[in-house]
């Protein structure tokens, strides 16, 4: 079953700040539901006439993507390092680069734009490392 992001998830998107890390995310979305090892973003819906270059930054800092498509996450958390991973119609998608920080994200695939961190778009493609992001568990300690 897939939900619209209502209420209080909502809210939590709009708390969201770019460059935020994976672990200030969960505090304020949750765990997602399941995490893409990838950073495929060929699916991310993009319009206007720099779509080919905002195209091109989001792949260059994307290497996780968090999936949430139900209320409550259940662990442990599904990592997916299928090319097919993505977000259903009307769930939400966030990338988060090798650092662990959120550069993008898309309330309801299919249906609302693509939200990019400013940055993003003017910043030199990183050098490229695997992915380090983890789910922290939710017995970790948070300063």
Same mark, same amino acid.
């Given at each position: 079953?897939? /939900?619209?992001?209502?209420?209080?998830?909502?809210?939590?998107?709009? &708390?969201? @700040?770019w460059g935020?890390?994976?672990?200030s995310v969960v505090g304020v979305l949750g765990e997602?539901?399941?995490i893409c090892d990838s950073g495929g973003v060929?699916?991310?819906?993009?319009?206007?006439?720099?779509?080919?270059?905002?195209r091109h930054?989001?792949?260059?800092?994307?290497?996780?993507?968090? /999936?949430y498509t139900r209320r409550e996450a259940h662990r442990p958390i599904p &990592?997916? @390092?299928g090319p097919g991973c993505r977000a259903p119609s009307i769930a939400t998608e966030l990338g988060f680069d090798a650092d662990g920080r959120l550069?993008?994200?898309?309330?309801?695939?299919?249906?609302?734009?693509?939200?990019i961190d400013p940055a993003l778009l003017t910043a030199p493609a990183p050098a490229r490392r695997s992915p380090a992001l983890t789910c922290p568990s939710p017995d970790?300690?948070?300063?």
């Open positions: 079953m897939i /939900l619209v992001p209502v209420g209080s998830f909502r809210g939590g998107l709009e &708390r969201l @700040t935020m890390p994976s672990d997602p539901n399941r060929d699916h991310v819906p993009l319009t206007g006439p720099d779509s080919a270059a905002t930054a989001l792949r260059d800092h994307t290497a996780e993507r968090w /999936l &990592r997916d @390092t550069r993008w994200y898309v309330r309801e695939m299919d249906q609302t734009p693509v939200q970790a300690s948070r300063d």
